[in-house]
């Protein structure tokens, strides 16, 4: 097994489970968000101390613009999350963060032209196998109850996806490595989300315990994206992303399992039918890369 898919493995994991922590917290999607990037911020900082690199100021604006861009699309989620529950959201938005993310890598990274026929195939192909996947979760949410504005939380999951399959390219403008980029990229995420909270006057105090859970959130989200990272060193942007998605699988568990959003015998049928695709579809993805 290659290291790339060892990261993805572990990005999947973090992925799924990055909301969990916060799930029964009925707090405003807002606050949540600023206290899920201030723990982003506190991982990434104490990383940043063990490496100590200078960080020009041509090599910080990149990476403090995608984080910028990626806290207002995690504030997005929670709104999504509020509406939707856990495992129809990042349905929704997952299946449009692989679709553009492997179009940035395909066409803007120019990867379709150095794969070679044979793995492009295998490439596309995998690819449409993971979105079905995610697909026939959606489905699986039928009939089950609404928590909130469905066409609210559709929308906010819709931004979300477009938003965070594509962060990653002014964060790709930096020439330094990973661990030391994040720490401009944690900074415009927390600093955005200062800047909603203060604009909008947003309540943040909810806590010892509820605060420890939103930044518990951040820790394991902000690992999921050391990860997610890593694996597109690795496999590459048009490969890596899209496999990286495969959190939802760990989502529907976590919301099928765990939380009951799920709870028909058809709904639980397709859980297990898009899991199987979806093995399918990182198999098929990893053979492109031999």
């Known amino acids: ?8 493995i572990l990005t999947i994991v973090f992925f799924g489970s990055w909301a969990v922590p916060t799930k029964t917290l009925k707090i405003e999607p807002k606050a949540q968000a600023f206290w899920l990037t201030l723990g982003h911020l506190l991982l990434s900082t ?4 063990f490496v100590l690199q200078p960080i020009p100021f041509k090599d910080f604006i990149g990476p403090y613009i995608a ?12 709104v999504g999350i509020k509406h939707l529950g856990i495992t129809r959201a990042l349905s929704i938005w997952i299946p449009v963060v692989t679709i553009v993310s492997a179009l940035w890598g395909l066409l803007f990274f120019k990867e379709a032209w150095t794969l070679g026929t044979d793995k492009l195939v295998l490439t596309i192909i995998s690819i449409v196998v993971l979105i079905t996947a995610a697909l026939i979760v959606i489905l699986s949410s039928k009939g089950e109850e609404k928590l909130g504005n469905v066409r609210l939380g559709i929308l906010a999951s ?10 990653f390219v002014p964060l790709r403008t930096s020439s330094l490595p990973i661990f030391v980029t994040f720490l401009p990229l944690a900074i415009g995420m927390f600093s955005t989300l200062l800047f909603i909270i203060i604009l909008q006057k947003v309540k943040t105090s909810y806590g ?3 605060t420890a859970r939103m930044i518990l959130a951040g820790l394991i989200l ?6 997610a990272l890593l694996t597109i060193k ?6 890596g992303y899209p496999l990286t998605q495969l959190g939802i699988i760990v989502n529907a568990l976590w919301g099928t399992l765990v939380f009951k959003e799920v709870t028909s015998l058809k709904g639980k049928i397709l859980i297990a039918t898009s899991i199987a695709i979806a093995i399918i579809g990182a198999i098929v993805l990893n053979l492109a890369r031999m």
């Not at 097994?1 to 993805?8: E, P, T, Y």
């Not at 104490?46 to 101390?49: D, H, N, R, T, Y």
């Not at 690795?234 to 490969?239: F, K, T, W």
């Open 1 to 8: 097994m290659s290291l790339g898919i060892i990261f993805a």
């Open 46 to 49: 104490i990383i940043f101390v």
């Open 67 to 78: 984080g910028a861009l990626w806290g207002i699309g995690i504030t997005l989620g929670y």
């Open 158 to 167: 819709l931004i979300l996806g477009v938003i965070h399959g594509s962060f």
């Open 208 to 210: 010892i315990v509820s």
């Open 222 to 227: 902000g690992s999921g994206n050391y990860m």
């Open 234 to 239: 690795y496999l590459g942007v048009a490969q």
